[in-house]
């Protein structure tokens, strides 16, 4: 069975402050996803990647996947209060067509 | 248009109701899903269609039945239902089952079984 371990579980901090979440696996992953979910909507697509060592930027967002892609980092510079949400990786299990998702980070930022 | 949208986004029904989830997407994507999510927890997959055809079935319980009438529409028929079954229900599409299956979500129907 492919897990996908995030951490930390909960997230409190003030704006402007840095921080970083983390998207463990003991398995290879094709690819890995970071969306972004609110109370009470769908998670949204945040960022693919996909080479092993690659590294995204979106605004003050750094996303990297692991050289050995079995994990997976999120970034985040001079968090704002609108950053505040549940932080889910997920991929795609080897060999078949399901989709799992990460244990999710919980993130509140305060203004 | 990167949308998928889900009606209704509220529904209330007793135990011996049977009542229905819809799902619709425009993007020409082939592979749509359903997922379950209770509070405080990821969404789990509970069916994929690929080409309008079930490929997954997570050992899903009989009173959940998915069915997709064409490539853009999904629907989820409920019967019996317990108060277990209490969750926001996702439907999400992507351009195919592939290993690069990026997906997008609608914004969920918030059940609850009474």
């Known amino acids: 069975t492919q897990l996908l371990e995030q951490s930390p579980q909960f997230l409190s901090i003030q704006e402007g402050e840095n921080l970083t979440v983390y998207c463990n696996s003991s398995s290879v992953f094709s690819s890995l996803q970071w969306y972004r979910q609110e109370p009470g909507e769908g998670p949204v697509l945040l960022v693919t990647?996909?080479?092993?060592?690659e590294v995204k930027k979106l605004k003050r967002l750094t996303f990297q996947f692991g050289d050995a892609r079995k994990d997976s980092s999120l970034h985040i510079t001079a968090a704002q209060p609108g950053d505040t949400g549940l932080y889910l990786c997920a991929g795609p299990t080897s060999g078949t067509y399901k989709y799992i998702f990460g244990t999710g980070t919980r993130l509140k930022v305060l203004a | 248009d990167t949308e998928v949208t889900q009606t209704p986004k509220h529904l209330v029904m007793g135990m011996t109701n049977k009542k229905s989830l819809k799902c619709e997407q425009h993007?020409?994507?082939?592979?749509m899903y359903w997922y379950k999510q209770k509070a405080k927890k990821p969404p789990e997959l509970m069916f994929v269609?690929?080409?309008?055809?079930?490929?997954i079935n997570e050992s899903v319980p009989s009173r959940f039945s998915p069915e997709c009438p064409n490539s853009s529409l999904l629907n989820l028929h409920l019967h019996a239902l317990q108060p277990e079954d209490s969750a926001l229900y996702l439907c999400?599409?992507?351009?195919?089952?592939?290993?690069?299956?990026?997906?997008?979500f609608g914004p969920g129907t918030r059940l609850t079984v009474t």
């Open positions: 993007m020409g994507h082939r592979a």
């Open positions: 990647v996909v080479t092993g060592g």
């Open positions: 999400a599409s992507s351009q195919d089952t592939s290993s690069f299956g990026e997906q997008y």
């Open positions: 269609y690929s080409y309008e055809k079930l490929s």
